[in-house]
């Protein structure tokens, strides 16, 4: 079979296809004959051999790729005969920038027939992470909401969340064509973080509103600057810094101004039936169509150009790679 190897970290370009050894399942396990591997900046990360929280570089060489959506080919010891056939969607840990991949039965989620492989690649893992966030959100009519990165795979289902919420939703992302996306998802406002005023742009825009909720996945200097944006007693979400820091916050924000200031990643967000009830419930919107994420293809050979285009953020929404 075709799959994408590292054999050394660094750039992008260091991904490259081979022809490698077709995978045999264990005990436990079903082999995925492949349709479409999701793509994630974690893994854009540990391919530099950066780690990533609690996230550490591989040993190499390794094939990357968490999650798949594809067809149960083969089965192992132990393992139901009636998984063969069936369209199915799993985390697979690593190997998923591949023809096919190993997953264990536990693993698998059955498919329906009206959800597209790249659109259940999609919800598996942002999709489910965007469903822990915003139980922690809890977002109401009553909130405004900034979503920081707006256009972006979590940014754009925050938005759309948000809309379903019937909160005000004020959407910063960054550029023209990131904007115009922001718009045509349902936000109210939608600005362009990379004009110097864009704090003051948002003021005006809300016109006498004050921002009660930010979700930020920015972090650094543009998550202060939306800091700074919330009323007293508003709540401050954090996800992710896609600048390279988190957001500075000190107790004195919170004392002075009556905010809270929330981690939102991890146990916080997790409920009481775990991870399989995010993936369900994200599974479930994204097949009512109540949730549609945006999506980024490239085919598996140019997994290269997948990393680079979301290092770059030239991609939009979730980027898969199809088989």
Same mark, same amino acid.
């Given at each position: ?63 990357? &790729? $968490?999650? #798949?959506? =594809? !067809?149960? %080919? ?9 998984? @063969? +056939?069936?369209? *199915? ?76 919420? &019937? $909160?005000? #939703?004020? =959407? !910063?992302? %960054? ?9 045509? @998802? +349902?936000?109210? *406002? ?79 967000? #997790?409920?009481?039936?775990? %991870? ?48």
């Amino acid at each position: 079979m075709r799959a994408i190897r590292l054999h050394t970290f660094g750039p992008a370009e260091n991904l490259r296809l081979e022809e490698v050894a077709d995978p045999v399942p264990a005990e436990g396990q079903v082999r995925i004959d492949v349709r479409v591997s999701g793509v994630h900046l974690i893994e854009a990360r540990l391919r530099r051999g950066i780690a990533v929280g609690p996230h550490r570089p591989p040993p190499l060489p390794i094939t990357p &790729g $968490a999650e #798949v959506a =594809g !067809v149960v %080919g083969a089965v192992g010891p132990g393992v139901a005969a009636d998984w @063969l +056939g069936r369209r *199915v969607v799993a985390q697979v840990g690593v190997g998923g920038y591949a023809e096919q991949a190993l997953a264990d039965v536990g693993a698998l989620y059955p498919l329906s027939e009206e959800l597209a492989d790249e659109v259940a690649v999609a919800a598996i893992t942002t999709g489910a992470t965007a469903q822990g966030i915003l139980g922690v959100a809890g977002l109401t009519e009553r909130d405004v909401v900034l979503v920081m990165s707006a256009a972006g795979g979590l940014g754009s289902l925050f938005v759309q969340a948000a809309r379903a919420a &019937g $909160a005000l #939703v004020v =959407g !910063v992302a %960054g550029g023209p064509a990131k904007v115009d996306r922001v718009r045509t @998802l +349902g936000a109210d *406002v939608a600005v362009d973080y990379r004009v110097p005023d864009w704090p003051e742009r948002v003021r005006q825009a809300l016109a006498g509103h004050e921002v009660g909720v930010v979700l930020d996945g920015v972090g650094g200097a543009l998550g202060r600057q939306a800091l700074e944006l919330l009323g007293p007693g508003g709540r401050f979400l954090m996800y992710g810094w896609a600048s390279g820091e988190p957001t500075e916050i000190g107790t004195r924000d919170l004392v002075e101004r009556q905010l809270s200031a929330t981690w939102a990643i991890g146990p916080n967000m #997790v409920p009481p039936g775990g %991870g399989r009830e995010l993936i369900t419930r994200a599974l479930d919107e994204a097949a009512s169509g109540r949730l549609v994420p945006a999506i980024t293809r490239f085919p598996l050979a140019r997994a290269a150009d997948a990393h680079a285009a979301l290092e770059n953020r030239t991609a939009e929404g979730k980027v898969v790679l199809t088989v």
